[in-house]
């Protein structure tokens, strides 16, 4: 009986370690062993293992050092995982799980500052476990690229681009004469001509057509305008006052009207309107108005219909005035409210607010201070309120920025940082100095990117830093991070979500530089001829465009993508 009962249960452990195998090898057909290790499997690599250890490794660490790529590159040793996850996001937010390829390779595209960067990689394993791993890599921005000339003959120079018809214009130079030249969104150059061929400049667009300064083989210069097939001069005909003779700057779009500063047949600048139907009209004339000549810091009221700007009486004091569509006008008047400082003289630095334009002038004091224009009557300030130091003069370098106009003001002889909001339909002033940096006074090149405002300023150091400000008016101080910058902030555009900016390198160099949040980087010119200097940036077609000096010293067009 116990004989039986024994050959029983062996027959049947027998049978249950063959249905097993047959099980197993069932599974391991239908799912095979990717594992690099496994003798048995397609992917053995000549090791074996007995345990599932893991390790991620970059590929191409010179190439993101060297800022020629901004993604990274990984690939996995060991078994090869069955999934994979990859972020600079410790958390993995907004990622999926992918297969893992056969090469076991995968990548991620960089964003953020350059510098030290972490990569998380989480992989899945056969065995139902995950792994995560942390790659840190030196990270730099891409490179700058040079812009061939093609058969277009330019040389050298990039000044006042404008993007018209799809196209980026700008002056450039054929080594011989400055020409006007545009460039397509494959970087084809060509030159615009016979027409231009001494030199166009500041360029405006207006009612579908742009209007550009073209200089005569005398050294003069006219408006000019270019529909994408025909360059040609404004029409001297028509209209009332049209004695034009030369000039265009200081362009403004005023409804279908184009008003800018020009010369007169006495050679002397005036504020003109071109009307859309090719009507020139000449200076203001308005009855009672004191204008004798000028133009400059035009702004559009917030009625849409005025224009007010700085001309100059006859014994040459600059004023506040205002000119309507065709070019008539008048002084400004101020108001009678009893105001402490009546307005007198000057317009500087002109910003809309809701519904003033606010400006700095002078006031009877003799002092220069914040004014406010609206409806053609110029309000004096309130008084200053909220926190120390109290305003009391100056007004410039204004910016917008969450719903208030910041600038930099007087207390005393110090310069700080002011911000005007309308209160009681008043321009009403508030000191915006905050805590939490070194930050000590001025405020110079602001802009606007994201949340923040940046700006430079001096430290306590003495010494002149980019800072930040956040909506709370709590003010940052910029690090420099890995970068050579030393100092200056200006010439800024906004590109990608980060400012490309001018700055001072260590060694005294003036080149490009890039901010990202609260760091600064340098960008990379391995790529190109670039040497220093970063001049009139503008961006078109996904790229930056700039003008830079060569390691040959010649001016010359880079652009660059990131």
């Known amino acids: 009986m116990n004989k039986l009962l024994s050959i029983f249960i062996l027959a049947c452990v027998t049978l249950s370690l063959a249905d097993a195998s047959f099980l197993r090898k069932k599974f391991q057909e239908a799912n095979p062993l990717n594992n690099p290790s496994d003798k048995k499997s397609t992917q053995y690599q000549g090791f074996e293992t007995t345990n599932n250890v893991q390790s991620v490794i970059v590929l191409n660490e010179s190439e993101l050092q060297a800022g020629t790529t901004s993604t990274v ?153 270019y529909n994408g097939g025909t360059t040609a001069q404004i029409p001297r005909v028509g209209g009332v006052y049209h004695d034009y003779s030369s000039g265009f700057t200081n362009a403004l779009s005023l409804g279908s009207t184009l008003i800018f500063k020009g010369k007169t047949g006495s050679s002397v600048d005036a504020l003109l309107s071109y009307a859309s139907g090719g009507n020139l009209y000449g200076p203001p004339t308005a009855g009672g108005s004191d204008y004798d000549h000028g133009c400059d810091q035009p702004i559009a009221a917030a009625d849409g219909t005025n224009v007010y700007y700085r001309g100059y009486t006859s014994g040459a004091v600059p004023k506040i005035y205002y000119a309507y569509e065709f070019g008539y006008g008048g002084t400004l008047q101020m108001t009678s409210d009893g105001a402490s400082h009546p307005y007198v003289t000057g317009y500087d630095a002109p910003i809309r607010l809701n519904n003033l334009v606010l400006f700095k002038g002078k006031g009877s004091d003799n002092i220069e201070r914040i004014y406010g224009a609206s409806n053609n009557v110029v309000y004096e300030p309130q008084e200053a309120t909220g926190g120390a130091p109290t305003y009391e003069s100056n007004f410039a370098n204004p910016i917008a920025f969450n719903g208030m106009i910041y600038f930099q003001g007087y207390s005393g002889a110090t310069r700080y940082i002011y911000a005007a909001s309308i209160q009681s339909g008043l321009p009403g002033i508030s000191c915006a100095v905050g805590s939490g940096s070194d930050y000590s006074s001025g405020f110079t090149c602001p802009i606007v990117s994201g949340s923040y405002l940046y700006f430079e300023a001096t430290s306590l150091m003495a010494g002149a830093k980019i800072y930040r400000i956040s909506t709370a008016d709590a003010i940052t101080s910029i690090s420099k991070g890995t970068s050579d910058f030393s100092n200056g902030f200006s010439n800024q555009i906004v590109y990608n979500s980060r400012i490309y900016f001018s700055g001072l390198s260590t060694n005294s160099v003036r080149k490009i530089y890039v ?48």
């Open 73 to 225: 590159r990984l690939r996995t040793v060991g078994w090869k995982p069955k999934q994979y996850m990859v972020s600079q996001s410790a958390a993995f937010t907004g990622v999926t799980w992918k297969d893992m390829p056969a090469s076991r390779e995968f990548d991620l595209t960089l964003t953020g500052a350059a510098g030290l960067v972490p990569v998380y990689s989480k992989l899945s394993l056969y065995d139902n476990t995950t792994v995560l791993f942390t790659n840190t890599v030196m990270y730099n921005e891409l490179s700058l690229s040079n812009v061939a000339p093609g058969g277009s003959g330019y040389t050298s120079n990039f000044a006042y681009p404008a993007i018209y018809s799809s196209k980026l214009y700008f002056q450039g130079h054929d080594g011989t004469y400055r020409r006007l030249y545009s460039l397509d969104t494959s970087e084809a150059l060509s030159s615009i001509a016979p027409e231009t061929i001494f030199g166009a400049e500041n360029m405006f667009i207006h009612s579908g057509i742009m209007y550009f300064h073209r200089f005569d083989s005398g050294g003069n210069g006219n408006a000019f305008y």
């Open 515 to 562: 901010l990202d949040n609260s760091t600064v980087a340098n960008v990379i010119a391995a790529a190109s001829d670039y040497s220093n200097s970063f001049n009139n940036p503008a961006v078109y077609n996904g790229r930056l465009y700039f003008q830079g000096v060569s390691t040959n010293n010649i001016q010359k067009i880079y652009s660059f993508i990131r």
